[in-house]
Nanobody, 115 residues
Framework: QVQLVESGGGLVQAGGSLRLSCAAS????????MGWYRRAPGKQRELVAE???????NYADSVKGRFTISRDSAKNTVSLQMNTLKPEDTAVYYC?????????WGQGTQVTVSS
């Protein structure tokens, strides 16, 4: 059974930083890709950042230059470093692990950025 457990959310002032981590119960190289999504109040879930099995990364335009996705294969974790946070980054952030046949989701962690 694959489990993804997020941590690191919280309340921060605009301009601040947070680091989210996602711990997988299996080796992260099991997956074709892993990533972070978010859902803001009243909006659809959107991709924030992803990293492929080969290490390629992809970011939403709204976070490019501010957020960095990384992985630690020894710890089976994928992290999202979020800098220069804005109020519009407020959302529930979800860790995602993708296989061609299915995908897995974490329970979500709240990020709130105050102005």
């Amino acid at each position: 059974q694959v489990q993804l457990v997020e941590s690191g959310g919280g309340l921060v002032q605009a301009g601040g930083s947070l680091r989210l981590s996602c711990a997988a119960s299996v080796t992260i190289f099991t997956f074709n890709a892993m990533g972070w999504y978010r859902r803001a109040p009243g909006k659809q879930r959107e991709l924030v950042a992803e990293i492929s099995n080969g290490g390629s990364t992809n970011y939403a335009d709204s976070v490019k230059g501010r957020f960095t996705i990384s992985r630690d294969s020894a710890k089976n974790t994928v992290s999202l470093q979020m800098n220069t946070l804005k109020p519009e980054d407020t959302a529930v952030y979800y860790c995602n692990a993708y296989l061609i046949t299915r995908e897995y989701w974490g329970q979500g962690t709240q990020v709130t950025v105050s102005s």
